[in-house]
RNA sequence: GGACAAGUAGCUCAGUUGGUCAGAGCAUUCGGCUUACAUCCGAAAGGUCACAGGUUCGAGCCCUGUCUUGUCCACCA
């Protein structure tokens, strides 16, 4: 054994023994208990980040730990195609290259998407291996493969005949730079400065009343204005008409109750294709809604003089107009509002009018809600609960379908004979059914990546192998980063009951952000990132990855310093002189060695096994609870403070003697250090197996199987 | 405007139902190249556990209020 342990003469040895020995496929066994974890599947666009890390950290540790108990130990690796942000990612790339999207036919284009997503998600695998991840390669899935798509074509199929998917003219979330609709979790809000104008609207009479807006470059397009019934000093004005200060047409006043009369002027300008508070009174008042933004982000034909200019152009100008009028009474330079961005690109959402497809929501969140409460489904940090709950309840119907190339085509087709609806679950229909026509034409849209990842659990599992479902669902834990709980666990939740009449997952563990060394959040832009495989490569990935579980509790945000890595490495190092000690060291008694009573050494034997029970015991009880942190802790203190500090130091006039306990105390703790440090341990365990002196002793043919220890 | 966290040694964090709970790692200081490891060993220093009340025989741990920080939610033009 080297004086001291270099990780790259080992890893990528030790993980082709572990991969090549099929210990990473678990058995199908009715007698044994399965556990299953499904790896959030990571994006196959980008290379893994640290946060990637922290879950191959926390799930491996958990995964390894229950493989060892002798539970049926499943880990299910996948990919995620990442509409979006695939799109995204690989539209940056065409623009260095001085093309866009638009240069391609919607084939080409994914074609070109699907290569490049290939060659990310051999990448990312290779990076999920050097990070140690003992998942089942045999059972990985993309959530492109062919069968997986058919599953939410089945779904979509589904929901579409029981009448909890339909096609609807809507307010939506449009994102004009990103080119598609969203659903309201896509949108982010952010507070910004925004001036606000005070604008008259004359009667014919020549009086005027002011109506407050951020928005005037939608007026052209306003026929009503609305106040508030209650109000006692403008109440009165419901059903008299002022003029469009833009375009002269007579507008009448409405009353409704979702004006503020102390907001503003009391009095509310109705843009009902741009605004959701007035698109839904407009549908109560059976108001017209004039379109006066296009889906490329500019002004309508409508929008005569304005036309074709762009929303921040149209202000200006039509601002300039008003000024010109006399129009505009004053403006609040230093008005402060939340405006809702698009979560990808930063750009400012416009609500608008499109013909979406829609998921009704209402009875998935009654069986999704009823999962958690009942206790079907538990939150290991319980806090999480009550988000979940509240996400349930401010869920509107979720918009499923996007206008990008990048994703699942919807299984819809279009009759241009007679313009008939056709859904199916994947194959073309030959005729329609309305009026026989071959004529049919697909649905260009996509599915939202989350309507399909949201089927993931039992996606998986009934396309990997025969009786899988049966055994492995409903699975044991999702593990995932609390930033995307309302988007994934949530619709898994509601998706999974509804698909399979069960719960996807018994128990969902949040873990939080890795954050720098000062507990800043990391970006590229900060220039802060911390990569996961250089740290790996430097360290070694037991280094990392216990620096990772070291730092705090698991649903907590984490800040990571290379010294914390640092000193794990130097944990890595420690064990392993441990072990060359004990078997490389003569064990013949010292020369210099002082002669101790039977009852000191009996003392310090029991002692040891004592400290060895207790560090099992609890190690064991801190890992079914979660508590990575504290267990890495508990191991550690033994290893190091006890193990080596302690007693190592006092056997060493009597090794010879103490031989046996000392080969016990470091077979117990390899083990129980195992799901943190796999690779380091399991070298050692590989080395001492082939090494003499230790017979009855490192038995098992690879430590990744070995028997969890128990107290004696 | 709500919700949820967190405020404990210089730094990053543990402290599970109130009674060796005042801790760990890093950093610091002092002394050691002791034949497993200098990626080391030995020793030390360092906190009125945000603040103010309260419950209790006893409170970082429970209750009330205040302050600070962070995150999330929210259709007020």
């Not at 000191?600 to 029970?613: F, H, P, V, Y």
Request: charged share 30%; hydrophobic share 35%; glycine share 6%.
């Amino acid at each position: 054994m080297d004086k001291t342990y270099d990780p790259k003469l080992h890893e990528e040895k030790i993980y082709t023994l572990w991969e090549k020995g099929g210990y990473f496929t678990p058995k199908i066994d009715k007698n044994k208990k399965p556990f299953t974890i499904i790896m959030p599947p990571p994006n196959a666009n980008d290379p893994l980040h640290i946060g990637h890390a922290r879950f191959v950290a926390v799930e491996d540790v958990l995964i390894r730990y229950h493989r060892m108990k002798g539970d049926s130990t499943l880990w299910l690796p996948g990919a995620d195609h990442a509409g979006i942000e695939t799109q995204f990612v690989f539209e940056k790339r065409l623009k260095e290259d001085g093309k866009s999207r638009f240069d391609f036919d919607q084939n080409t284009l994914y074609q070109m998407i699907w290569k490049y997503v290939q060659e990310n998600k051999k990448t990312m695998e290779g990076q999920l291996r050097i990070l140690g991840a003992s998942c089942d390669w045999t059972r990985g899935k993309f959530t492109l493969d062919p069968d997986i798509v058919k599953i939410v074509y089945k779904t979509f199929k589904k929901l579409y005949d029981n009448g909890l998917v339909y096609k609807g003219n809507k307010l939506v979330n449009y994102c004009t730079y990103c080119g598609t609709a969203y659903s309201e979790l896509e949108v982010d809000r952010v507070e910004k400065n925004i001036p606000l104008y005070y604008v008259k609207y004359s009667n014919a009479d020549g009086e005027f009343i002011t109506v407050a807006t951020t928005r005037p470059e939608t007026i052209f397009a306003d026929t009503h204005l609305a106040v508030n019934p209650k109000d006692k000093k403008r109440g009165k004005l419901i059903g008299t008409k002022v003029l469009n200060p833009l375009t002269n047409e007579e507008m009448e006043i409405i009353g409704d109750e979702f004006v503020d009369p102390e907001f503003g002027t009391g009095i509310v300008k109705l843009t009902p294709a741009h605004d959701f508070n007035d698109f839904e009174a407009a549908q109560k008042h059976d108001l017209p809604f004039i379109v006066a933004i296009n889906q490329d982000g500019k002004i309508t034909t409508i929008g005569k003089k304005y036309a074709g200019l762009t929303v921040k152009k149209a202000r200006e100008e039509v601002v300039k107009d008003l000024q010109e009028k006399g129009s505009i009474e004053k403006i609040d330079e230093n008005y402060k509002t939340v405006v809702g961005v698009c979560y990808r690109c930063k750009n400012t959402i416009e609500p608008m009018l499109s013909t979406q497809w829609f998921l009704k929501v209402e009875p998935l969140v009654k069986t999704a809600r009823e999962a958690v409460i009942s206790g079907k489904i538990k939150f290991a940090a319980q806090r999480f609960e009550k988000t979940y709950l509240h996400w349930l309840d401010i869920l509107r119907d979720w918009n499923i379908s996007r206008q990008i190339v990048w994703g699942i085509r919807m299984p819809v087709w279009y009759c241009s004979a007679c313009s008939q609806t056709i859904v199916t679950d994947g194959e073309k229909p030959e005729f329609c059914s309305n009026c026989q026509s071959a004529d049919l034409e697909q649905e260009s849209y996509t599915f939202d990546t989350w309507f399909s990842s949201g089927q993931w659990p039992f996606a998986t599992l009934q396309t990997t192998q025969p009786g899988d479902f049966e055994y492995f669902y409903p699975t044991s834990v999702m593990e995932t980063a609390y930033d995307i709980l309302p988007f994934w666990v949530m619709r898994m939740i509601m998706l999974g009951l509804y698909a399979t009449g069960e719960v996807p997952f018994k128990e969902v563990l949040i873990h939080g952000l890795v954050r720098d060394k000062q507990g800043q959040k990391i970006s590229k832009s900060k220039g802060n990132v911390i990569d996961p495989i250089v740290m790996a490569e430097k360290y070694g990935s037991d280094a990392l990855r216990m620096g990772i579980v070291w730092g705090a509790l698991v649903e907590n945000d984490i800040s990571l310093s290379e010294d914390n890595i640092r000193a794990q490495r130097n944990f890595a190092n420690k064990i392993w002189n441990v072990a060359r000690y004990i078997t490389t060291q003569s064990i013949e008694p010292r020369a210099k060695s002082i002669e101790k009573s039977k009852d000191t050494s009996k003392q310090d034997d029991a002692w040891i096994k004592e400290e060895l029970g207790k560090t099992i015991e609890r190690t064991t009880v801190l890992l079914e609870d979660y508590r990575l942190n504290e267990a890495a802790e508990e191991i550690y203190d033994f290893v190091w403070h006890k193990l080596a500090d302690v007693y190592l130091e006092k056997t060493k006039d009597r090794q010879s003697e103490a031989q046996p306990t000392l080969l016990f105390a470091l077979q117990e703790s390899l083990k129980l250090l195992h799901p943190f440090m796999p690779f380091v341990t399991e070298t050692i365990w590989q080395t001492l197996k082939e090494t003499k002196g230790v017979e009855g002793f490192f038995e098992e043919e690879a430590l990744i199987v070995a028997k969890w220890p128990e107290v004696v």
